[in-house]
């Protein structure tokens, strides 16, 4: 399985900050993802990551509020502007692996509380 | 659309009890399922991933099987522990090649 280090684990924020959170994973992946797990609900699935050029964004996110960057193959940040207590949640980073094609590593999460 | 929905949403069971945990999608046109296994604020662990011309998937004392016709599959976990509370989920890969995820099954093995 990949190993995957996502930062922070969890942050409390002021309203109209920015918060960074990083995916770092130890071997080269085909695919980043990041998703959005509000309190209670499923996951929903925010942009996938693509290296060197923009995310590709699902309905409903906007890259003016998740800017997204994947410089390489095995890191890529995420970050949540302009905070409001609405955007508190879990965000989760997931890879797709070269040699295991369609199964998803999730990192840890980051808990992000906005005040 | 493709919409995943599990039930029960939540289950309580004593300790050593066999269960069975549904998940059911509205496309039968998906590449694979995956279920996974999320603890309290934590991100999620693969359990089992059935691709979509495989019947069930087995894994310890997991056992995951898939209906395509009938939109279903079932997670099996025998003689259960409670080290296996936590919330499971599934997701289905289906034709936009994304994972749609249901709404999960809080369990709570009772010792």
């Known amino acids: 399985s990949a190993v995957i280090s996502q930062k922070p684990s969890r942050d409390i924020c002021q309203r109209g900050t920015s918060l960074t959170i990083q995916c770092q994973v130890d071997?080269?992946?085909?695919?980043m993802f990041w998703y959005r797990q509000q309190p209670g609900q499923s996951l929903t699935l925010i942009a996938t990551?693509?290296?060197?050029?923009?995310?590709?964004?699902e309905s409903g996110f906007v890259i003016d509020k998740f800017p997204i960057s994947r410089p390489n193959l095995t890191f890529s940040t995420l970050t949540v502007s302009n905070l409001s207590p609405e955007d508190s949640s879990i965000y989760l980073c997931?890879?797709?692996?070269?040699?295991?094609?369609?199964?998803?590593?999730f990192g840890s999460g980051t808990q992000l509380s906005v005040l | 659309k493709q919409e995943v929905t599990q039930i029960p949403a939540a289950l309580s069971v004593p300790e050593g009890e066999n269960l069975v945990l549904n998940c059911s999608f509205t496309?039968?046109?998906?590449?694979?399922l995956q279920w996974f296994r999320q603890d309290p604020g934590k991100g999620l662990t693969s359990l089992l991933l059935?691709?979509?011309?495989?019947r069930e998937q087995t894994s310890g004392r997991l056992n995951a099987s898939l209906d395509k016709s009938s939109g279903r599959s079932t997670l099996y976990i025998a003689a259960s522990q409670p080290g296996d509370s936590a919330t499971y989920l599934c997701?289905?890969?289906?034709?936009?090649?994304?994972?749609?995820f249901g709404t999960g099954t809080r369990l709570k093995v009772l010792a």
């Open positions: 071997s080269q992946v085909t695919m």
């Open positions: 496309d039968s046109a998906i590449y694979n």
């Open positions: 997931s890879v797709e692996k070269m040699r295991e094609l369609e199964k998803l590593f």
């Open positions: 059935i691709q979509s011309s495989q």
């Open positions: 997701a289905a890969l289906s034709g936009t090649y994304k994972y749609i």
């Open positions: 990551a693509n290296q060197g050029s923009e995310a590709t964004y």
